[in-house]
């Protein structure tokens, strides 16, 4: 997790600086315990989106491109709600696609746009380990900023 500890390091308040290194010493501390999980991340033309790549890697999750592969599909698009990805993402999903199967498929509404401020990838990368890890991490921001989405046949 080098680069959420460069990240961190460059944060100027001390106190927030050693609050978010806690923060990630949590998650560091129960992933090394787990398997690496596959994702895909796909935006709304079911494009590999690569944007997060160092969050889900640091969150336990390892990006992919092969859908069949993928244990999880994360939809996100800069500037798409939850409800316009609800409405935009049935029509691109395959049924065969395992994550769809075992209603693993999430749709992200990340709304920090262009400038991340450290704090946001922080609870990005908390995000990512709830999504990845269900029962393991609780953070409490699914159904604001993502839910899991399934699709009924």
Do not use: Q
């Not at 315990?33 to 790549?53: E, G, R, S």
């Amino acid at each position: 997790m080098s680069f959420l500890n460069e990240l961190i390091n460059s944060e100027n308040d001390e106190i927030l600086r050693e609050e978010l290194h806690e923060r990630v010493e949590i998650i560091t501390h129960k992933i090394k315990f787990m398997d690496k999980v596959p994702v895909v991340c796909l935006d709304t033309t079911n494009t590999h989106n690569l944007l997060f790549a160092n969050e889900i890697n640091a969150a336990g999750g390892m990006l992919d491109t092969d859908i069949l592969g993928a244990v999880y599909l994360i939809y996100y698009e800069l500037g798409k709600t939850l409800n316009d990805l609800m409405r935009e993402v049935p029509a691109l999903i395959d049924a065969e696609w395992p994550a769809l199967k075992n209603g693993r498929i999430v749709l992200l509404s990340d709304d920090s746009k262009d400038e991340r401020k450290i704090t946001d990838t922080v609870m990005l990368v908390e995000d990512f380990a709830e999504m990845l890890h269900p029962g393991s991490f609780i953070f409490g921001f699914e159904g604001e900023k993502w839910i899991r989405f399934g699709v009924n046949n």
